[in-house]
């Protein structure tokens, strides 16, 4: 099928396009507008977390795509930093438990290795968390990436393969002739290629608006702290018991009752607060994050949601209160109103790849699928649900959503 491919965006959707599309021998040019990791992929704190993914494409793609870094640590050629140590939600009110046990059995049944531990072995696994904390849900499958240094290495597997990447070039228009989009309007001039693959993330939706599509990709901001380099306490990603409130999963249990889970903190800040915690290689924490809606991308973080954050992991892990802090930041997560993402053709020459609410599972794997797009071949997943002409609702800036 096409010989030339411009990719657009430098994230784990972006570099594992080019990856694997230039690994197949397609000649490929991806363009970012900053550097690559600018965006959700550089700024997210790396849970590969299989525990709240649906039944349907999201658990499918991301049962792989916890496998393809398993691949990817062996064919990529600088490494990168990966960990296989579980993920758990914890809880500390004994009225949720049978919420938990229900989701656990739930997520059983899914095919997932789920087991709901008692507050003395989260304590061995996470530290800093509270004394009192019940239980937790624990997911065996969960793991945890630093991801600037998967897309780094992405970027890295993909020049080795021959693609050229240029940082620094900024996307303006589709170019479109003879009912075929042929190739890119930028501030470096235009390019032309076979196939244009949008993977913009978070900007997709006005950089499309530009050339007279309607792709309806929300933007949700994330708000995250590091703290300074401390010795290992935390060893598996770990969610508290608000970030239950985020996931249909947990909401659709028939056991499920929102007093269960209100947060004085939530309610008196206004941010949702999805409370978590991971610990990278070099020792430093991340902790987050205060959520919120702004109608285009913003990257600054907050007052208010740096002070929401705050005062939502003191109460839950006084363990940490007296660590150093070294950076703040914020990212944009893309989302669609269905919480998958769009991967498919969507007009004669474009490939749009965009809306990943969890692109740490599925970015790689939409990557690969994406080349095999591109090569005409049968894809190794059924993409019905991601496919552009299903029903979506519009994106409204400012409203809250769910996952
Ligand atoms: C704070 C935070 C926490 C998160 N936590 C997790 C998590 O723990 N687990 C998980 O699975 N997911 C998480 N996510 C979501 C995850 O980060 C995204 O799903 C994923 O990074 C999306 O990858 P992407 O390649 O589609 O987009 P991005 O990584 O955003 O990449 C898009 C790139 O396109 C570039 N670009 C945009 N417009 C143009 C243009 N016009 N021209 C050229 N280049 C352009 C941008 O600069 C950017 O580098 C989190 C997101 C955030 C923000």
């Avoid at 992405?154 to 620094?168: D, F, S, T, V, Y």
């Avoid at 705050?310 to 802090?325: S, Y």
């Amino acid at each position: 099928m096409s010989s030339s491919v411009l990719v657009v965006g430098g994230g784990l959707v972006g570099t594992s396009t080019a990856y694997f599309a230039a690994r197949e021998g397609l000649n490929v040019t991806l363009l970012e507008q900053k550097h690559v990791a600018y965006g959700a992929s550089g700024r997210n704190p790396g849970f590969v977390w299989l525990h709240c993914r649906n039944p349907g494409w999201a658990l499918d793609v991301s049962l792989k795509g916890r496998d393809l870094y398993d691949q990817l640590r062996h064919d990529l050629p600088v490494p990168f930093e990966f960990r296989a140590e579980g993920g758990l939600i914890y809880f500390h009110d004994d009225r949720q438990e049978a919420v938990f046990k229900e989701f656990v059995a739930a997520r059983q049944a899914d095919g997932l290795d789920m087991s709901l531990i008692d507050g003395k072995e989260v304590k061995s696994l996470v530290g800093p968390v509270r004394n009192d904390v019940v239980g937790a849900s624990f997911c065996a499958n969960d793991a945890q990436i630093n991801t600037p240094t998967v897309v780094a290495a992405l970027a890295a597997g993909a020049r080795a393969e021959g693609a050229r990447l240029q940082e620094g070039v900024t996307v303006t228009k589709l170019i479109v002739a003879d009912g075929r989009v042929i190739g890119v309007e930028t501030n470096e001039g235009n390019f032309f290629a076979d196939t244009v693959v949008i993977a913009t993330g978070a900007w997709t939706q006005k950089l499309m608006q530009a050339s007279g599509y309607d792709v309806p990709v929300g933007r949700e901001r994330l708000q995250i702290m590091a703290t300074k380099p401390l010795p290992r306490q935390i060893r598996p990603v770990v969610y508290g018991p608000n970030a239950t409130k985020a996931y249909s999963l947990f909401r659709n249990l028939p056991s499920w009752d929102d007093e269960l889970f209100r947060s004085r903190i939530e309610e008196e800040t206004g941010f949702s607060l999805l409370t978590l915690a991971s610990q990278r290689a070099n020792g430093e924490i991340l902790i987050g994050c205060p959520m919120d809606y702004p109608g285009d991308v913003d990257l600054f973080p907050t007052l208010g949601g740096l002070s929401a954050l705050t005062e939502d992991i003191l109460a839950d892990f006084p363990g940490l209160r007296g660590a150093g802090i070294d950076r703040v930041w914020a990212g944009v997560l893309p989302f669609t109103s269905d919480m998958v993402p769009i991967v498919d053709e969507i007009f004669p020459g474009l490939i749009v790849g965009a809306g990943h609410v969890f692109g740490n599972s599925s970015g790689p794997m939409t990557g690969k699928l994406i080349s095999q797009m591109l090569l005409g071949e049968q894809l190794e997943v059924d993409m019905t649900e991601v496919r552009w002409n299903r029903e979506l609702d519009p994106v409204i800036p400012g409203h809250s959503v769910q996952w």
